[in-house]
């Protein structure tokens, strides 16, 4: 019997038969509808789905009409970093990446942030930083964002000023835990505003707030209030990309406008992102490494299409490595990443990615 | 969508105004006067840009690039675009 070539979630090689492709895409799917509590993809998606692994082409890509539009997230830590975001360490300045993607790649939007990309080490060199998004905004065509993580974890000691909930929670400090998240947030929340009108007044088109929630429910509210303010406050477009499919409690008692963040999907998420009023929202759903790449892109995409369903702005999911079905390894495969790529429009229906 | 190849950065900013991909490509495509199909086609978009001078992802000299092309995106779209405004404000306009 003839054998579907694809791959495992950590990039490694496995073969499926033509029914245990099938298996897998059901598997994945309901695993989504399971936690998730969504509807499952319809016979059509499977029918796509099915169709794309089978295909024995390394690439493939939407239909022809169903383009889709690109955002970044990391910057152009990807040309000139090392190892973030598998970066190959040219020797090139930012401004020269980023004409690089607006000319070669073909990108349709783009991001300028510090190589260490959290607003924390931006606020100290944020003037400069102001100078290399002017710089880019005189020679470029495409829309500029400014981005970075929010990155609460940096605001706990020992790299800033407040209590780790990290220690203290394990010794079952549970309210001073939170007491210090709530502290932490206050002054997040400051810098955030600070940095986003810092680049609206040099003209920046749009901010991206990077793996938002890593550091949990506090770290999400404080960026649905500076999102909040941001759209009331500037002229940027915000994008809110998120860090994991689901908010982790380490608060737990947090909540905005009446909603615990705590244990929110990204369909739910969306919402809250909706009403602070963000103009793009960037789903993360995680890859399991120790599943297929067909159980993983099926999950994904169910999970999306929960979004995109009713969303009011443009979804753009997480397609990197380790979320959005691509495998959890430095050199994300090319017949895995255009899979997961074109999965998400032609199913999920997003908007962009 | 292929960015200033075609018309994807025009695309993009319309979503930066919160419209899904369907409404941001009827929008663009109805300030461009050219079927939504041929957003995406870099053969038609190259002609177009030039033509409405709205900056081309090749290097040709005398063709608007950088902040006179995204002046005259503005206008196209009839949106505003933060860093032409703060140019017509340092220019008193």
Known sequence: MATIRTRMGDGSDVELTPKELRQELEDGCQAAVKRGKVDPLTEDDFEYLIEMFSCPSRIWGVQRGNEAILSKDGSTNSLYSSRLSSGVGLPLSREQCVRTFEAAFGFDSMEVGHTDYSVKPVKPICTLEQHHVECCLNTTILPIFYGFMPNLGLYFQPDGPFPNPSDLLPKGQIEEGRRAQEEGIVTLVEDLKWVTGMMDQVGADGFNYDTVASTGDAEFLATLQAVEWASKNTKLGVEVGMAAEMVLGFHGELEYDGVRLAGLWPHQQLKLVEKAGAAIFGPVVNTNSGKTSPWNIARSVTFVKACTKDATIPIHPNVGMGVGGVPSFEVPPADIVTRASAAMVEVGGADGL | ?93
């Not at chain 2, 050219?34 to 957003?39: A, E, G, I």
């Open chain 2, 1 to 93: 969508m292929g960015g200033i190849r075609t018309a994807g950065d025009l695309v993009a900013r319309m979503q930066l105004r919160g419209m899904r991909l369907t409404e941001a490509k009827e929008y663009v495509a109805g300030k461009l006067g050219v079927d939504v199909r041929d957003l995406s086609n870099s053969t038609v978009m190259r002609t177009v840009r030039e033509e409405l001078d709205i900056g081309v992802v090749t290097a040709v000299p005398g063709v608007a690039k950088g902040l006179a092309a995204k002046a005259r995106i503005a206008e196209l779209l009839d949106v505003e675009i933060n860093c032409v405004e703060k140019l017509k404000a340092k220019m008193g306009l």
